[in-house]
C-alpha cells in the first residue's frame, strides 16, 4: 500500500451534519465519500460532477420546494404519468 496523505478541510457545521446523515444513510464515512470522490477525479482525469448555475426559473422553483410550496405528490407513477397531460 502507498504512503498515506491528511487532507483538512474546514465547513459549516450544518452542512458537515446533513452531509454526514446522508452518507450514513448509504453506508459511507465521510472518509470512504472524501476517498471515492479523489480516485474518481484520478481515475477520471477530470471532476467527476457537471456543476452549473440554474436559470431563474429553475431557481425560484428549487427555492419554493425547499420552503415547501408549490408541491404535488402522487399515488402512483401511472397518476404521476396522467398529470402530465392535464
Do not use: C
Not at 477525479?41 to 456543476?51: K, V
Not at 420552503?67 to 392535464?86: N, P, T, V
Amino acid at each position: 500500500m502507498s504512503h498515506s496523505a491528511i487532507i483538512h478541510a474546514r465547513i459549516d457545521s450544518s452542512t458537515k451534519e446533513a452531509t454526514e446523515r446522508i452518507l450514513n444513510s448509504i453506508g459511507l464515512t465521510p472518509t470512504e465519500a472524501i476517498r471515492l470522490f479523489y480516485r474518481q477525479i484520478a481515475m477520471r482525469g477530470e471532476f467527476p460532477l457537471e456543476l452549473r448555475v440554474p436559470n431563474a426559473s429553475t431557481a425560484d422553483a428549487l427555492l419554493r420546494a425547499d420552503q415547501g410550496e408549490d408541491l404535488e405528490s402522487f399515488s402512483s407513477a401511472d397518476e404521476l404519468y396522467a398529470s402530465w397531460d392535464s
